[in-house]
């Protein structure tokens, strides 16, 4: 039985448990001629009988998820012959993924020996089993749950209560899982970014010059001790994402300020979901925009003045990145904006000030917490787009504040290294997960002045 199929079926019998605890209750206050004997509305009961129907079939179903692979891993691996468990631990998983992939039908039975296909076979049948007692105990779960949720019934059950912890339990449970993931995602990078850390001195990838991170595979070949100061590659992101600001910021906090001011209704409904059109449109659509009509416009613009332009350059990547960011400021701004209280301006105004006396005054600075916030927000896509960089600023690793110039960012030397086949040990990889890291940092702390900023204004206008 399938995992999705399984899950339809729990969730049918906490639909049906639901049913026959809101009637249990029911009947039970019908029994005492008065409804209000019961502590918590009938309803409560029937969420409370779900919960006990879903929660212990829920938890058996991951649970066995979780550990299911590693049982019938180790399963199959006890009727291998000997001499296959006795190799060591990388030639053995290596024999297990065969057997696996043998299983599914991506290896040909005709490229493997009959030891692995007597092993995927036995696999399969492991498989099968498993998923029939699996199917058999999550329902079984199910049922018992259904039969103590309803014997737990009584006039004087706190249902209400019990659905409320019930509730606030799962969203503890979210949150925890939210920031475990957060956790995970860091010490798994920062573990990787430290291994590279014993391979490459970290003030040689933060303070180097010169980044060429490719390695010859020996040591006689040219470029086998590499390159890997990252300083040019977080000058180019820094960059482009300086060019992007000064096109989406100006343009979408003034477009904001048009519609949430100065536009009437009708033009608002029309002009708003149009721009936000700009925010649906796929980032290597951008990347073609740029690659195929920005950058050859702007080359034959500073040819015709003058000027030396590459044609993969930071100005074709930036101008087109601000387009795409302007929908992220303006629709943030504008609902920010929308949100200051209308009692504000009308004192402004009731003062003698001008409307746009009143938006400088009064409006733009109430409303300044979330303007910030939609910006860093703006800055942080302008720093994680790829595709754009890719197609029209190119992979060289210049250092310049030449915006005429081919740059490239953090984020497209991590998909570089890590494109193709890789090993994790080498300090090519690992360098993604120092840029990983570092970039990780630098966001942070430009957060920590976003939040200082926000904090230091809306204490001066609340």
């Keep these: ?40 509305l009938p309803r409560y009961y029937g969420y409370m009988t779900a919960i006990w129907t879903t929660v212990p079939a829920l938890a058996l179903l991951a649970l066995w998820s979780i550990f299911e692979s590693g049982i019938l891993t180790s399963l199959v691996t006890k009727q291998l012959p000997e001499e296959i468990r006795l190799l060591p631990a990388n030639q053995l998983a290596l024999v297990v993924n065969d057997i696996k992939n043998l299983a599914v039908g991506n290896i040909s039975t005709s490229a493997s020996d009959p030891v692995r296909i007597t092993a995927a076979d036995n696999y399969n049948t492991l498989v099968a089993k498993a998923h029939w007692a699996r199917a058999i105990l999550s329902i079984a779960a199910a049922i018992a749950g259904l039969f103590f949720g309803l014997r737990s019934i009584t ?8 659905v409320e912890r019930s509730i606030m339990v799962f969203l503890i449970a979210c949150s925890c899982i939210a920031i475990l993931t957060t956790v995970g995602i860091v010490f798994s990078v920062l573990f990787e970014s430290l291994r590279f850390f014993g391979k490459v001195p970290f003030t040689e990838f933060v303070f180097g010059l010169h980044w060429s991170p490719q390695t010859a595979i020996r040591a006689d070949q040219v470029g086998s001790s590499g390159s890997f100061g990252a300083i040019p590659i977080f000058a180019g992101t820094l960059l482009i994402s300086a060019i992007a600001m000064l096109v989406a910021v100006p343009f979408g906090l003034m477009s904001a300020i048009y519609l949430a001011e100065y536009a009437s209704p009708r033009v608002r409904a029309w002009v708003k979901p149009l721009l936000e059109i700009l925010a649906g449109i796929p980032t290597v659509v951008y990347g073609f925009f740029a690659a195929l009509t920005m950058a050859p416009w702007i080359r034959n613009i500073g040819e015709s003045i003058g000027l030396t332009v590459a044609s993969e350059s930071a100005l074709a990547a930036g101008l087109v990145m601000g387009i795409m960011i302007i929908p992220f400021v303006s629709s943030l701004s504008d609902d920010v904006i929308s949100a200051v209280p209308q009692a504000m301006r009308d004192g402004s105004l009731g003062l003698g000030a001008t409307k746009s006396e009143t938006i400088k005054k009064v409006v733009i600075p109430a409303a300044l917490p979330g303007i910030v916030g939609g910006i860093l927000l703006a800055v942080s896509r302008a720093i994680g ?5 890719v197609m029209a600023a190119g992979l060289a690793a210049n250092l310049t504040i030449n915006p005429l110039e081919a740059v490239t960012t953090v984020t497209v030397q991590i998909v570089t290294l890590l494109t193709g086949d890789q090993a994790f040990d080498s300090a090519k990889t690992l360098a993604a997960f120092a840029l990983g890291l570092m970039l990780f940092v ?3 702390i430009l957060n920590i002045i976003a939040l200082r900023t926000v904090r230091k204004y809306r204490e001066q206008y609340e």
């Design 1 to 40: 039985m399938t995992i999705s199929l399984l899950l339809l079926l729990i969730f049918i019998l906490a639909a049906a448990a639901y049913v026959i605890g809101r009637a249990r209750a029911l009947s039970l206050a019908r029994q005492n001629s008065d409804r209000r004997a019961l502590h918590s």
């Design 155 to 162: 006039l004087h059950k706190r249902a209400r209560v019990f």
């Design 385 to 389: 787009e790829t595709m754009i960089v």
């Design 442 to 444: 630098t966001t942070l």
